[in-house]
């Protein structure tokens, strides 16, 4: 067979190797793992926004049938070093992150007292009887108001509710406007959402008292970073504490920091010599899973009168919740709402400046897109408001601003350069596959016939797959720049590869396996990829940030090649033919052109097994195995367009998402089936965040969304079927050419939903400044709107 | 005490009166497919067939089951012989986490079982009461279209 005839693998629809055993109920789920004599933990959780322990009664409970012990934050103080998310960044307090509230708990579903039984049922009943006292110490709700001096403040040692200051700046932004032809501007809201992953947090800790080893099955992302963090606070070595995630089911950044329940699993399954394990439910998840977005935006553009943007200033103030969560540190989110405000554009002139305030609310973190699904939402519809103001067409405007190729890398208004990657492609790429034009046609005849019918467009740039030289969060002092592959062909000829990314949802069991399947020779099902095990490798951190397909596909394809080397090598000595003449493919080495080959299995029996077959001097230094690192250095730029197509009943004032089409640029596509559905799956949430999900708190802190009927996310019949297009731009100095792609279609599609909204309601004069965009929402709009100007 | 046949295999279990279906099944029959997501019956992930309807296996106690025939996704294909349901997921990437699939599949099948499903619409409105936060839907649609072609050329 000749080389270049062979079928790629590499961007081939390639079937999941994870699913049989998920579609079989088979898979391994945190509560699916069962080990003897295990203890469960149940959590007596703050019910106040904002108070003084005062006392905790626990006699009651310790005495409940099954209870092994209660535990509050005193009996755990001296078990553990405390953590704080540090980091370089100037203008930023780290909080503390408690594992049990101690002296005061500082939002509601804080965990105050944990206990221990035999099973979740009795150490349920335990909790009921637990009775603590409080002394409200004043509520600090509303970041705005928490941020003025005077109010109460819930870290006293910060001296203030404001943790992170920071600005970004080009250009005298304040001359620019005031000289400039056209201005817009609004304050924007995005509220509060979160993950709300199906499967809810677990954790599951075992304590080897002969070998003195902490094992910790845990529904996390970042089992290295755990791992790495528990080290320090535990006091145990790396080689006898693991971090295993094992099936996980799903995570959206939800699962992707540290929490104070597996911290806490790990003391008392130290203690006690037994496994524990504790499973969040779903109210716990919705008052104690890192949350997200949270801004207030007063946001300004400014343009010539053609529409070129000639500067944009930003003030915004980020809801961070109680606590600054590890490793992110509370700024991840709101910073980067200022450091990706000026989008995929040129924009001359600049000033974001942001403020992040701890509030009595759960801790937000990096849920999907970070930041960006807020920026992008807040510069595309200036942007549209721009365009409306100089009749200009939405599309137009877009244009005329955005980066063009002959410009990369551009550096943008904020600092963040720009790579090659297809900006103005995937705007026309939306344009075309939607038929923009007839598109635009059919809501004018949709309007003539009073119909609330709107286009919404959405561009944007992510960073995705960074490098060691920009850290995913600022001044965050865990490298989670480059991951590495371990790449091992046994003497059965199995091949095995380890990460130290941590796969839950996004199939990298296959592509990565499509990866080494291309570049060792072999077939998709002949590799067997281990991930989600701190053990696995020397460092890794996990999969989030749109990173583990650039990096640990990066660092696949390096080790493969390596390993390939030595195969080569091998088979050349046994077949005796130079390393030139040969090739491997589908699980077999051969000589080209001929039908003389080997098997891998055949190989791997030479090389270790069999005695003799091999030269001494060759033998040595020929084992079939081989770790490599990637660093993508700066991390690869990833593009896209978005357009969504909606029409609002003037009933029920529901929005429908009647058309969605997506372009993106990731590079390199692995496995267009994968893709297409990060790409699904992303949108999704994103429709979910412009129409319906938002944490809802009361003015004294308690949360009223606290089941799914209350916090409630789109199901089949809200999300439409989408045209995804792939541009697959070229990626120079990047070894796989991939883009990392996971976050974008959360980021997009905010942005093209309200732009849409906005569209189809333009002829009422009503502007969309805040989401979700509710029917309650839009129906006070209209009312208001309605009763400004009686017809 | 009570007598259930669960996927065919009938058997007699002493439950306390305030265990849930879903916890009866996963714990003291160790059929781990049927996954717990909310334990307020909203998502759908613990669906399971009792006497051939969908039911949360979250909102039903052990003891309703009393007498009932339950079917789990245990009892569709194996990993080594998928049900053309499971293989139509597989097939379409109607699964990433996995985790609400159990439960999709045991209301895909109840659906197919029932219903014409003739419009992608009536597929959309016979899963709307199962979440899944990864795939998007359509992909799930897809699989289960395909499924209904099969069903309707059999």
Redesign the interface.
């Known amino acids: 067979m000749k080389a270049e005839a062979r079928p790629k693998i590499i961007g081939a629809r390639v ?2 190797v ?10 391994a ?1 945190i ?2 793992l ?1 080990l003897p004599g295990t203890l469960h933990v149940a959590f007596c959780r703050s019910d106040h926004a904002h108070a003084r322990i005062v006392d905790i009664e626990s006699a009651e409970a310790s005495r409940m049938p099954g209870v092994a012990a209660v535990i509050t934050a005193v009996d755990i103080a001296d078990k553990m070093q405390p953590i704080r998310a540090t980091s370089r960044m100037a203008d930023y307090y780290a909080t503390e992150l408690p594992v049990l509230a101690r002296d005061k708990v500082r939002y509601v579903g804080e965990a105050v007292v944990a206990v221990v039984a035999s099973s979740r ?1 009795l150490a349920e009943d335990a909790v009921e009887q637990i009775a603590i006292t409080y002394e409200p110490l004043g509520d600090a709700i509303d970041p705005v108001a928490a941020a003025k001096p005077g109010s109460p403040l819930l870290h006293e040692e910060a001296g203030s509710n404001v943790i992170v200051t920071r600005t970004f700046a080009r250009g005298d932004v304040d001359a620019v406007m005031a000289s400039a032809a056209v201005r817009v501007g609004d304050t924007f809201r995005m509220h509060r959402k979160t ?6 947090r677990g954790y599951l800790a075992e304590y080897d008292q002969g070998r003195r080893a902490l094992t910790l099955h845990s529904t996390t992302q970042v089992p290295g970073i755990v791992r790495d963090a528990l080290v320090e606070m535990l006091d145990l070595p790396g080689n006898r504490l693991r971090v295993v995630a094992p ?4 995570g ?1 950044g939800g699962k992707a920091a540290l929490y104070p329940e597996e911290i806490l699993v790990c003391i008392i399954a130290r203690q006690l010599g037994r496994p524990v394990k504790w499973l969040s ?2 109210l716990e998840d919705l008052m104690s899973t890192n949350q997200a977005f949270d801004e207030i935006v007063e946001a300004e553009l400014a343009c010539d009168d053609e529409g070129r943007i000639l500067g944009l200033r930003a003030e915004v103030i980020g809801d961070v919740g109680a606590y600054s969560v590890y490793p992110w540190t509370a700024a991840i989110e709101p910073v980067q709402v200022v450091s990706f405000l000026p989008g995929p554009y040129r924009v001359p002139s600049y000033r974001g400046r942001v403020r992040a305030i701890v509030t009595s609310k759960t801790p937000t973190g990096a849920y999907r897109g970070v930041g960006r699904p807020i920026s992008t939402f807040v510069m595309e519809r200036l942007i549209d408001m721009a365009a409306a103001r100089l009749s200009l067409d939405p599309l137009q405007m877009r244009r005329r601003n955005m980066v063009r190729s002959e410009e990369f890398p551009y550096k943008s208004a904020s600092g963040i350069v720009w790579d090659r990657a297809g900006f103005m492609e995937c705007l026309d790429g939306v344009a075309t596959a939607a038929d923009y034009q007839s598109l635009r046609q059919q809501q004018a005849q949709a309007r003539a016939a009073g119909r609330w019918v709107g286009i919404g467009l959405a561009s944007y740039a992510e960073l995705t797959g960074l490098g060691s030289r920009i850290a995913v969060a600022p001044g965050m002092p865990v490298n989670t720049g480059t991951e590495s592959a371990s790449l091992r062909i046994d003497s059965t000829g199995a091949v095995t590869a380890s990460f130290g990314i941590a796969s ?4 990298l069991e296959t592509t990565l396996a499509q990866v080494i399947a291309e570049e060792l020779g072999v077939r998709v099902e002949d590799v067997e990829v281990i991930h989600g095990d701190s053990a696995a490798v020397a460092h890794g951190t996990g999969t989030f940030a749109s990173r583990s397909t650039v990096l640990a596909g990066g660092a696949a394809i390096m080790s493969a090649r390596a390993v390939r080397e030595k195969v080569l090598e091998a088979a050349s000595h046994l077949l005796e033919v130079d390393v030139g003449d040969m090739d491997a493919a589908d699980g077999r080495i051969f000589v080209k052109g001929t039908d003389r080959a080997l098997t891998f299995r055949e190989l791997a029996r030479a090389v270790y097994s069999e005695m003799g077959r091999l030269p001494r001097e060759v033998r040595e230094g020929i084992e079939l195995e081989a770790t490599r690192m990637y660093d993508p250095y700066f991390g690869t730029s990833t593009p896209a367009s978005h357009l969504a197509m909606v029409e609002i009943d003037p009933e029920t004032y529901r929005v429908t998402v009647t058309r969605y089409v997506v372009a993106e640029d990731c590079g390199r596509v692995i496995n267009p ?2 893709a ?2 990060q ?7 994103g429709i979910g965040a412009a129409l319906m999900e938002e944490v809802v708190h009361d003015d004294g802190g308690q949360i009223l969304t606290a ?3 209350d916090y409630v ?1 789109p ?3 809200e ?1 439409p ?2 045209e995804i297009i792939h541009m697959e731009t070229e990626l120079p100095d990047n070894i796989g050419g991939f883009r990392g792609m996971g976050e974008g ?1 959360t980021i997009g599609a905010p942005a093209a939903v309200a732009n849409a909204i906005a569209d189809a309601l333009a002829p009422l004069g009503i502007m969309i400044n805040e989401l979700p965009a509710t029917p309650e929402r839009l129906f006070r709009l209209i009312e208001a709107m309605n009763t400004e100007q009686p017809e | 005490m009570i007598r259930v046949t669960v996927n065919g295999v009938t058997s007699e279990h002493e439950v306390e009166a305030r265990l849930l279906l879903a916890d009866f099944l996963r714990h003291s029959l160790g059929l781990t497919g049927t996954h717990v997501g909310c334990e307020q019956g909203v998502c759908g992930a613990c669906t399971v067939l009792l006497n051939g309807d969908s039911v949360r296996a979250c909102l039903c106690f052990a003891v309703q089951a009393d007498g009932g025939e339950i079917e789990t996704v245990e009892s569709l294909g194996t990993v080594d012989d998928l049900h053309p349901l499971q293989k139509a997921f597989q097939e379409h990437h109607a699964l990433q986490c996995g985790f609400c699939t159990p439960g999709m599949l045991m209301t895909g099948i109840d659906l197919l079982r029932k219903y014409p499903l003739a419009t992608d619409a009536e597929i959309r409105e016979g899963l709307s009461g199962n979440l899944c936060r990864c795939t998007g839907y359509e992909h799930l649609v897809q699989a289960i279209r395909s499924a209904v072609e099969a069903r309707n050329e059999s």
Do not use: C, K, W
């Open positions: 079937q999941r994870e699913d049989p055993r998920l579609l079989a109920g088979r898979g789920f509560d699916d069962n049922y993950p709300t992953a199906m499967e809810n099936d996980v089911g799903g959206f439910d779903r839950h949802g996004q199939g089936l994968i297409d559905g790409v699904q799956g992303g949108v999704a949430q089941s799914l009927m996310v199901t089949a019949a999300i079927a989408m279609g």
